[in-house]
């Protein structure tokens, strides 16, 4: 690209906005604008993320700008459609909104409704509809838990072979809960804790219903989903069942097939555990056929492929770049 | 007690059997007579088990001794039945094997065929079977998930109310697979990970069955168990959920009700964390009613209502003790 | 004893009270009168403190009462002598203080200041003074690092030995920070961290200094302390050096000589790690002798030899009971 | 650059190859020419370093090959000399050696009398002595707590300013002690534990000293470093204090000009601690005046800045690059 692409982001201090910046950082094809926050403007960027010491010399600013290509929304939910009515967006520029607010249908329709109704959200995972984000305006991105589990169940909703309950257990990492201070945060409880919290009524539910049913209309079964808080900070595994009349061989051909075309997402024939993503774009999946039940386990990192990675790569989807652009990324390993 | 049960301990180097010398030291009770261990023998107990420097001047010993009451067998899968057939045990002398060798009823038969005809073990979960246990002369003590997960089915299958698939998730920590070595022991590995393993076929789902079949012969569903290895050193938390008609209060009326004679297994009608029962002998269970499904959620400490615990429990049945004596152990809360 | 000491708690709600609250309860010869908590009066203690859910049926109180014995205040720094002044405590009753309100002398004398004045506080670490601790009416219960610390050097001060600076690194768990939510206590931000704070300000300084002049009036060097804020829950350990002419024999006979008689301090003739003492009230203590210096390794749980488990130490021996009663606690030993 | 340089590994399936390839795979102007183990001969890449699945096709080579620009030795410590003693390795071929077998003038010296007389291995701190790096044919790559001290000590010894003993306590991760299995390194073990190992003795002081000397040739007094086992993966921090004449402005300017020109080495005018550099080839640095001492904090990922980023860095400075050529690496934040 001859002219690189200017990115503003809108709640630069929190958790998803600090691995946003870490990756744009270092992303060869873009130019951070401004980063805005409320309550550390004026403030070094290194000062939040003290990480980033020596990496930038970037400050927090109290003010927005037009001339940005995309505006990245890394706010609470809730608080992007409160930001949107409040500011006149001009419509050239481009949303990446991480929040909650747009993934589902009705909330596009109730967007309209408030006013705001320029604005068309697609939601953003690439693993189902690469191509409608390439030539989506606004992006709205999937939830952390949503991703992990849509990319387990997604090989399945698309051969129209999810026709039975299916059952799932999924741990996550701290960050998931953001970097407000709170009981089940504080590291006395956490260490060495676990604990199970909004069993069969995560949120998430809905968005990854919706998916399922873009692929399989037909599927009426309940998905039961138990989400469990890990004792570490970075990290999603989820355990997804369900009965599958096909071999295992015929279950990892579907999933090979379904994945073949998908930079970041890879089937392991070998079993996985959860450092493998760390600190990576990545999502693995493994499937394990057991009596006449299809086993599938996935691994993210929620603050990249579950966060702020699925939107850097909704973004090069949406500007025409290489999909993995800017998120070769050093995995952790340890 | 006029005068102390004399103990026996063999295989007393590895956790679960340190983790019975750091109760047997201090119960008002008992009096430790040996502690055998090939590979020590001769060394003092706080050479291995570091933590009891101060605690205790026992050494292991090389020999065995007729002078006890009981004998706690802490050696490995297999190992138990071996040492059974190699050594002369008098009769007089009981027997607490921690062992899988003797807990299914076909083992039990098995030990007869192979020369052990005077020994019939008793399964040794309290909560099952409180009565056989006080007058066995022999317990086969449960294993760590088996007591945990049956802790959370028992009081349906007592109403004869498991008539659908059961779903488990189970999270364990390190020290359930013991001291010795390996890939997936390893610190730098197993620090902040999360994996699954044996899933749909742990070997403690044939004793979990058994006990199902016990209390409600007429269970033929699937039990789905996924364990997984846990990022902590100590505990084992469930969740299980299966089809329920009653209500919330119908659920925690008949688990209070189960266990209200039981004094390590208590009904929490808040939600439950692991470290609730770290150190401790206890069990606590959390039940929840999510649609047409009851979810139940159980923690135990697997070295001690998992192991070694409940093994002390057991003797404490079985000498017409007061089943806390020895138990009532400080939690270590953080 | 024919009749139990008799205990009110003031503050029981923290982490300092819950700890005591998991030991007296199985004292043998305490009944806890009372357990005053303004935020938690009427609520069940296991409400707060979960872990003990099924150990008692105790609830916060909102008043206090004069028919006790002994009276423990769990409560902040500065909260101890908030809490004397506003409330009339009877004469009868003896005094165990939690915080650092009373321990220095210069305090004790302000105590006479403010109106204080019939409360003498003896500084309560048995290794240094038990004869003065026996017949306290009032005990200034040491700090967490103090008591580490000084259990390091109080041997060599003894004997007059401390004539060169000492040098001191220690780490901490996450619990001597208490339980109120902050950054440095947030679970994704101490997870898998180590961070240095108060470098050469400790306010423990003052209280270490203090008895090692009590023992070694010339000491006139600095003790350089860099404390650590470590990444696990539990415990304290101490590395010091400074200048010894001894030997390693002189060393190791002349710590144990000093720790003789005393019940939980014990000398290990091997390397040490911070484990061994976790959940128990136990002090681990380990010389080394390098070139011309000596180095002392010395570890506790900060929460009961460093807190809770000390105050019911000094409470047993003011009351004339054997000084380990109802502290021979299990070692969580993983 | 036209041609990419071509990069041999030898030892490539242990915790620093791994890096190393973690690294090499996105590196823009290096190809990975073949990567030797003998135990994983054939195998893939991604099923030693499974976190590389998706990243890379390569396989483990039994064979070595001459065409190549450089090539890394990550073998355990005496095994590099052996393996250069038993390989012909073409002159044209530059070494970087992970190992600790040359980085001693006196192990160039010895090298020199083993035969290997033609290779001059330069000790690879570039902080040290980057214009050497740049002309080097053999780089000996620094050890991990080595370097972390040397960065917190070389400001002070290039000035003439080490006149007095200096007192170090530095924790390292678990991944410093490779990847094989052992009591220390075992999960049940090490989690949230702490303990001291080769006080006063450890290996890397002789390089430390010998940087030192370098600088400052007149340095005769004693460097006291107590090693510490910390219960994470990854990461080292040390603190190191002296007596220093000047103020806190003199030394926040003396590190700052000394660091001003190299890229990864940063002073942090606020507390640092550890998480600000894993997974990041940088090292912080963090100066605080404290009476007549100087305490300077240091911190670095082991693997990175500690062996494996640093050996890239030394490639880059070797052939000419810019030195953060592919170390521009996404910290982990978390």
Request: contains cysteine.
């Amino acid at each position: 690209m001859s002219k690189k692409i200017q990115v503003g982001i809108v709640g630069g201090a929190g958790y998803t906005g600090g691995e946003l910046l870490r990756i744009l950082i270092n992303h060869p094809d873009t130019e951070i604008a401004f980063v805005h926050s409320n309550s550390n403007a004026g403030n070094y960027i290194s000062d939040v993320h003290t990480d980033l010491l020596g990496d930038t010399d970037l400050k927090f600013a109290d003010k927005l700008s037009d001339n940005i290509d995309v505006l990245f929304l890394c706010v609470g939910h809730g608080d992007a459609k409160k930001f949107m009515v409040a500011n006149d967006i001009k419509e050239h520029i481009r949303i990446i909104d991480l929040s909650q607010d747009f993934r589902l249908k009705s909330h596009s329709d109730q967007a309209q409704d408030s006013g705001l109704k320029t604005r068309d959200f697609i939601y953003g995972l690439p693993e189902l509809q690469r191509e409608e984000i390439k030539s989506a305006q606004n992006i709205a991105n999937p939830g952390c838990f949503a991703t992990c589990i849509q990319l387990a169940l997604l090989p399945l909703a698309a051969k129209g072979l999810l026709n039975e309950e299916v059952h799932i257990s999924a741990t996550t990492g701290s960050t998931g809960a953001g970097q407000s201070l709170s009981s089940t945060s504080h590291f006395s409880w956490r260490n060495n804790n676990l604990s199970v919290y909004k069993a069969f009524g995560h949120q998430h539910l809905k968005e990854i219903t919706q998916s399922v049913k873009q692929l399989q209309n037909s599927f009426k079964k309940d998905i039961n989903f138990i989400p469990y808080r890990g004792d570490f900070a970075r990290g999603i595994m989820v355990s997804a069942y369900t009965e599958f009349e096909g071999s295992q061989e015929d279950a990892e051909k579907l999933y090979s097939d379904y994945y073949a075309l998908h930079p970041f997402t890879h089937v392991s024939d070998k079993n996985i555990d959860l450092k493998q993503v760390v600190n990576t774009n990545k999502c693995l999946v493994h499937v394990e056929k057991h009596g006449n039940k299809l086993m599938v386990l996935s691994i993210i990192d929620n603050l990249l492929k579950g966060a702020s990675g699925q939107a850097v790569q909704n973004m090069n989807l949406m500007f025409g770049l290489d999909e993995k652009t800017g998120l070769k990324l050093k995995p952790v390993g340890f």
